[in-house]
């Protein structure tokens, strides 16, 4: 079955500073990966996803991920943190199970970002 | 191109009444989902639909129905409302082809207490 794992509740970093948010991975076959991210009282949004090619994916809001497929990770970054990058950030996987053109994704319980200034 | 819609923003309903949630996309896309999220637990899918004409199962479909009306709407009801089913509703989208496959787009979201 397919799963991510997020190990962190909250990650604190000061505004300038690289920022890291963890995420792992179980799947059967080549994985699908996405970070979307979540402001207050919004829905979530996409950020980036990874299938095939370059482990450096870029995304959105100057943010990018690296797969690890020895390490079955998939860490989302970004060089200099800003205090409105703070949210809740779900890592999620694609979801193959069943047969269905349903694009299914299993998220994980999600991190949450916090930036001070 | 309003994307995902939803209504309503919020709801309160005592344990027994039923509602319906409403989604809209106006993105052309062929699936639609509904989740729940939950603290601490993410979003669990309640039920999908591949295709117009379509609906399945997820992960947590119990007490729940769906209605595919159309391309562009997939409704979400509550027959028999208990208090374990306080949680905010997303609906989402996604494509099948082009660039964007795989990728979902999401609703703002309803803000359901059960009493």
């Known amino acids: 079955a397919q799963s991510v794992a997020q190990p962190e509740d909250q990650v604190n970093v000061a505004e300038g500073n690289p920022l890291t948010v963890k995420c792992t991975y179980s799947v059967s076959g080549n994985p699908y990966l996405f970070w979307y991210v979540q402001y207050p009282n919004r829905g979530l949004q996409f950020l980036l996803k990874y299938i095939t090619g370059d482990n450096l994916v870029k995304g959105s809001y100057g943010f990018e991920a690296e797969f690890n497929k020895s390490q079955t990770s998939f860490h989302l970054k970004k060089p200099s943190a800003l205090v409105s990058d703070s949210a809740l950030y779900f890592c999620a996987v694609r979801d193959i199970s069943g047969y269905s053109s349903a694009s299914k994704i299993i998220f994980g319980s999600g991190t949450r970002l916090s930036i001070r200034p | 191109n309003a994307g995902v819609t939803q209504t309503p923003k919020f709801q309160v309903l005592k344990t027994g009444q039923s509602m319906t949630l409403q989604c809209a996309q106006d993105?052309?896309?062929?699936?639609m989902y509904w989740y729940r999220q939950d603290p601490g637990m993410g979003l669990r899918l309640i039920y999908y639909?591949?295709?117009?004409?379509?609906?399945d199962k997820g992960e947590v479909p119990n007490g729940y129905n769906v209605s595919r009306l159309n391309k562009r709407e997939f409704s979400l009801r509550l027959e028999s409302a208990a208090p374990s089913q306080t949680s905010v509703y997303f609906c989402?989208?996604?494509?099948?082809?082009?660039?964007?496959?795989?990728?979902?787009?999401f609703g703002p979201g309803t803000r359901l207490t059960v009493l």
């Open positions: 993105m052309n896309h062929n699936s």
């Open positions: 989402a989208s996604s494509s099948v082809t082009g660039l964007s496959t795989d990728t979902q787009y």
């Open positions: 639909s591949a295709s117009e004409g379509t609906t």
